[in-house]
Antibody, heavy 121, light 112 residues
Framework: QVQLQLSGPGLVKPSQTLSLTCAISGDSVSSNSASWNWIRHSPSRGLEWLGRTYYRSKWYNDYALSMKSRITINPDTSKNQFSLQLNSVTPEDTAVYYC???????????WGQGTLVTVSS | DIVMTQSPDSLAVSLGERATINCKSSQNILYSSNNKNYLVWYQQKVGQPPKLLMHWASTRESGVPDRFSGSGSGTDFTLTISSLQAEDVAVYYCQQYHTTPYTFGQGTKLEI
């Protein structure tokens, strides 16, 4: 059974960097078939896919175009986890953030519990 | 980006009655090479992450009651709950995984 455990601050000041980590158990961040996604949910924007990292003989990232200039998703193989960094946040980035495992065929089959991140001074 | 549009936004159904939720994609999400529709349905209850109900538009996940069924192809899809139970109160989302960025419908709130 795959489990995903999110950690990170619940409050970030505007213009600063939002950083979250997702620890994986029951699978490997270096899996050659799964991918590792970040998704967020806010009342104004609904569910929004942010991006993913995956390993297919080398590491790849895909990011939503709307995020591309501000987002970095990195794997950490030593800790079997992956991270999200979102720079220059504004109150519009306030949301519940989820990490997910993407099944080889493309849908998220396992979700972390979610963490509310509020952007406010 | 592929836009996913659900209808209705909210729905009130009596216990034991049928509930139908529609989802329309702005582009065809059927891959002709494998004849699969790249659509999932999720159920989200308050304070919980979305729960996967079905993939390939109509394949139920293990443990999902058979009162849930999915249908449709190409751009038009439907989630049907044949006999509503109290525990089915939730928000339901469709999502396409045909092309990144993966995109979600706005959600349908199902109430009794």
């Amino acid at each position: 059974q795959v489990q995903l455990q999110l950690s990170g601050p619940g409050l970030v000041k505007p213009s600063q960097t939002l950083s979250l980590t997702c620890a994986i158990s029951g699978d490997s961040v270096s899996s050659n078939s799964a991918s590792w996604n970040w998704i967020r949910h806010s009342p104004s924007r609904g569910l929004e896919w942010l991006g993913r990292t995956y390993y297919r003989s080398k590491w790849y990232n895909d990011y939503a175009l709307s995020m591309k200039s501000r987002i970095t998703i990195n794997p950490d193989t030593s800790k079997n986890q992956f991270s999200l960094q979102l720079n220059s946040v504004t109150p519009e980035d306030t949301a519940v953030y989820y990490c997910t495992r993407e099944h080889p065929t493309g849908y998220s089959d396992y979700w972390g519990q979610g963490t509310l991140v509020t952007v406010s001074s | 980006d592929i836009v996913m549009t659900q209808s209705p936004d909210s729905l009130a159904v009596s216990l034991g009655e049928r509930a139908t939720i529609n989802c329309k994609s702005s582009q065809n999400i059927l891959y002709s090479s494998n004849n699969k529709n790249y659509l999932v349905w999720y159920q989200q209850k308050v304070g919980q992450p979305p729960k996967l109900l079905m993939h390939w538009a109509s394949t139920r996940e293990s443990g999902v009651p058979d009162r849930f069924s999915g249908s449709g192809s190409g751009t038009d899809f439907t989630l049907t709950i044949s006999s509503l139970q109290a525990e089915d109160v939730a928000v339901y989302y469709c999502q396409q995984y045909h092309t990144t960025p993966y995109t979600f419908g706005q959600g349908t709130k199902l109430e009794i």
